[in-house]
């Protein structure tokens, strides 16, 4: 019994009455979000609205980072937008079902601990273009049906409105933290416009809410390789950009609990969520930026909160569509406008001219890919991959050769730097073959050999030497360069007794 309690958090401290309020403000503002990725796929709204449902609830019970929101989202929508139009609804099924096969694969096999080779300034890239677009895709709120912005007196209304719960979730917690900023702001506005009749787009305005429980539903598409040719490059981009989106969700709300999640259990809940999601009628999704940082800000911490959200989410569906439908939309961009100026990391700006040029090429540039394209596994594979070229040209400049001819004669170079792909060339402009004596010492105990085309650069030099009738012995390399360097064991005298104890290349973790 006690292991089912540590599921729900309740063997800990929770704040039931921060995390029952906190889950009701996330259930409201997951409502629009929902509907607007639905839309945006070219699906109907309760198929957004229940995959927000089924991947809130699955993965608040199994995720590896309590307080994490999960729903549906954009970054999903818009890949699955073009096999929408072209195949229908059934086939998005399927994908998300096979996206979810693919995130669970990712998670047994312990996949997660990739996420420690995002640099810090990709991380702040996509969070500060997440921002922007979170603030963006709330200027359609002050724009007519027809695509034109709103003037005269709607434009005031809207405005005060939302200027208002903006300074109702900034002033209130100075006040009190009993109850979320955030729910007191949308409960007033809803008021006011209720009790005043004020006329303002409404959430059902956009579309109805109304339905039932998600029917289980097992997709009719055709089991045969040609459909599985046809979903998997989807299913396989859905599933990488959702586990990226939420990785990197996960361990931004590390920060700013001060604890530590479990990527590969999350990757597994956002499996497990997936599959169930296209098994209920949902369109899939990914950990929510947004709507967690609403959760974390109003003080949640434990898994109670998104299941609160995730079953309020269902309730509103199938008993409270009615009243949830005349909610303001003001009260909600509102509250966005708040969670992009609380997610942007303005300290990021005030330490560009502290920051390496090369860090703020690559934080500028992942947000603008974000911002641009809308694309988040792109921003941050663009920025790991240039974080990752520069970090190899800087070492590959770093690789020195201290030079000396001892007292019999012998010459050696004392190896400085890292010895890997990127600084073979200049390690091999170190040597004087020709000049040198007959006996050469290289002395690798200040570098390290860390790739094969170092072995290949060890075996080439040795080589050189050789072809002249030269000796050299390589000292302080590892047992594993002795064994890659097996076949020059003719060429090469290795000393034994210096060795470190180092390995090349082997992760255990």
């Known amino acids: 019994m006690k292991k089912y309690l540590n599921l729900f958090d309740f063997s800990q401290k929770v704040n039931y009455k921060t995390e029952v309020l906190s889950g009701l403000t996330v259930a409201m503002a997951l409502v629009p979000e929902a509907i607007a990725f639905a839309l945006i796929a070219g699906l109907s709204p309760l198929t957004g609205l229940y995959a927000a449902f089924v991947m809130g609830l699955v993965t608040s019970v199994l995720g590896g980072r309590p307080g994490m929101i999960s729903g549906a989202t954009g970054a999903v929508a818009v890949v699955l937008v073009a096999l929408a139009k072209s195949h229908g609804v059934e086939y998005i099924f399927a994908t998300v079902i096979l996206a979810g096969i693919l995130q669970m694969a990712a998670g047994f096999l312990r996949l997660g601990k990739l996420m420690r080779l995002v640099p810090h300034p990709v991380i702040f890239g996509f969070v500060n273009g997440l921002a922007v677009i979170i603030f963006m895709s709330q200027l359609d709120q002050f724009k007519t049906a027809e695509g034109a912005w709103l003037s005269g007196t709607p434009l005031y209304i809207l405005l005060g409105l939302v200027l208002l719960t903006m300074v109702m979730i900034w002033g209130l917690p100075k006040l009190s933290k009993a109850v979320p900023a ?289 000796k050299v012995h390589l000292k302080h390399l590892s047992r594993d360069c002795r064994r890659l360097l097996s076949n020059a064991d003719k060429i090469i005298e290795v000393n034994v007794l210096e060795d470190p104890t180092y390995k090349v290349v082997v992760d255990k973790i």
């Open 182 to 470: 955030s729910l007191i702001a949308i409960l007033t506005i809803f008021g006011l416009v209720v009790f005043f009749d004020i006329d303002t787009r409404t959430i059902g305005d956009i579309a109805s809410i109304e339905g039932g429980f998600p029917p289980f539903h097992i997709p009719t598409v055709p089991f045969s390789l040609e459909t599985l040719g046809l979903i998997f490059p989807y299913a396989a981009i859905v599933a990488g950009v959702g586990l990226i989106e939420s990785l990197l969700t996960l361990n931004i709300i590390d920060e700013i609990t001060e604890t530590r999640g479990r990527g590969n259990k999350e990757a597994i809940a956002q499996g497990t969520a997936n599959v169930l999601s296209g098994l209920f009628s949902g369109m899939g999704g990914c950990a929510m930026i947004g709507q967690s940082l609403i959760n974390t800000s109003n003080g949640a911490r434990a898994r109670l909160s998104g299941i609160v959200a995730a079953v309020m989410l269902l309730v509103f569906i199938m008993f409270g569509s009615g009243l949830i439908e005349r909610m303001p939309m003001a009260a909600l961009t509102g509250l966005m406008i708040m969670v992009a100026l609380g997610t942007f990391e303005w300290a990021s700006l005030r330490t560009f001219r502290r920051m390496p040029k090369s860090d703020v090429l690559v934080m500028v540039l992942v947000t603008l890919v974000t911002v641009f394209l809308h694309n988040l596994a792109l921003a941050v594979l663009v920025g790991v991959i240039i974080s990752a070229l520069v970090f190899a040209w800087d070492n590959a400049k770093r690789i020195r050769a201290r030079k000396y001819i001892d007292e019999e004669g012998v010459k050696h170079y004392e190896i400085y730097g890292p010895l890997f792909f990127g600084s073979i060339t200049m390690f091999n402009e170190k040597f004087d073959v020709l000049n040198d004596p007959d006996e050469v010492v290289i002395d690798f105990k200040e570098s390290r050999v860390v790739d094969m085309s170092a072995i290949e650069a060890l075996n080439k030099i040795t080589e050189r030497y050789h072809k002249v009738g030269k």
